[in-house]
């Protein structure tokens, strides 16, 4: 499976971007795909998950109640609606699949993630 992400760019504070990750093959119900960002000098950081079979998600704490993930089976496709974007959340966005075997609980974690897409550039200006 390869990951495409797409959406990136740059907008003033408080306004939307909307990124999408694109699968080529299958899906399988156990696996989980999440958006992970890396600003310079910082440490990845999971910013939302969500999961194929039910849609269940995560966020991180600095991102909850202005961003939202979602997903559409029928296009292999995962969305990150991001609202009300800070300079904080400036940064480069990947989109990642963990290739889970069996239901399991989400990982923030990167190395439990197998497969990611190229990087999309987020710039957000005060």
């Known amino acids: 499976v390869q990951l495409q992400a797409s959406g990136g760019g740059l907008v003033q504070a408080g306004g939307s971007l909307r990124l999408s990750c694109a699968a080529s093959?299958?899906?399988?119900?156990?696996?989980?795909i999440g958006w992970f960002r890396q600003a310079p000098g910082q440490e990845r950081e999971n910013v939302a998950t969500?999961?194929?079979?039910?849609?269940?998600?995560y966020y991180a704490d600095s991102v909850k109640g202005r961003f939202a993930i979602s997903r559409d089976v029928a296009k292999n496709t995962v969305n990150l609606q991001m609202n009300g974007l800070k300079p904080e959340d400036t940064a480069v966005y990947s989109c990642?699949?963990?290739?889970?075997?069996?239901?399991?609980?989400?990982?923030?974690?990167?190395?439990?993630?197998?497969?990611w897409g190229q990087g999309t550039q987020v710039t957000v200006s005060s």
């Open positions: 969500i999961t194929w079979r039910n849609g269940r998600t």
């Open positions: 990642a699949l963990r290739r889970s075997l069996a239901p399991t609980p989400i990982s923030t974690f990167a190395y439990n993630y197998n497969d």
């Open positions: 093959g299958d899906i399988l119900s156990s696996w989980h």
